[in-house]
Nanobody, 114 residues
Framework: VQLQASGGGLVQAGGYLRLSCAAS????????SGWYRQVPGKQRELVALIGSGGFPHYADSVEGRFTISRDNVENLLYLQMNSLTPEDTAVYYCTVDMWGNMIWGKGTLVTVSS
């Protein structure tokens, strides 16, 4: 099972990015999946989850600005990030929870300049 996140980059505050996560050897829609982020020196934190049934959950800090979604045909996970702030700067990781076994992809760096 492999997950590959992409779409990170440098953006100005107020801008937007869309992260993608391509999955191999796992059907993302069969499991709960999501996005986490990590800043150096801090713990990895939850950004957004989407259940196998498609119901989303967001961290308070991104509620109303970020949207998690899936493309069940292409087996992709997305994170649309709007109204970005410097506090959103982090490495973003996608993950699939295979019945308690968390599968992590390599992260993608998002940098938001003020």
């Amino acid at each position: 099972v492999q997950l590959q996140a992409s779409g990170g980059g440098l953006v100005q505050a107020g801008g937007y990015l869309r992260l993608s996560c391509a999955a191999s050897d796992v059907i993302v829609s069969n499991y709960n999946s999501g996005w986490y982020r990590q800043v150096p020196g801090k713990q990895r934190e939850l950004v957004a989850l989407i259940g196998s049934g498609g119901f989303p959950h967001y961290a308070d800090s991104v509620e109303g600005r970020f949207t998690i979604s899936r493309d069940n045909v292409e087996n992709l996970l997305y994170l649309q990030m709007n109204s970005l702030t410097p506090e959103d700067t982090a490495v973003y990781y996608c993950t699939v929870d295979m019945w308690g076994n968390m599968i992590w992809g390599k992260g993608t760096l998002v940098t938001v300049s003020s």
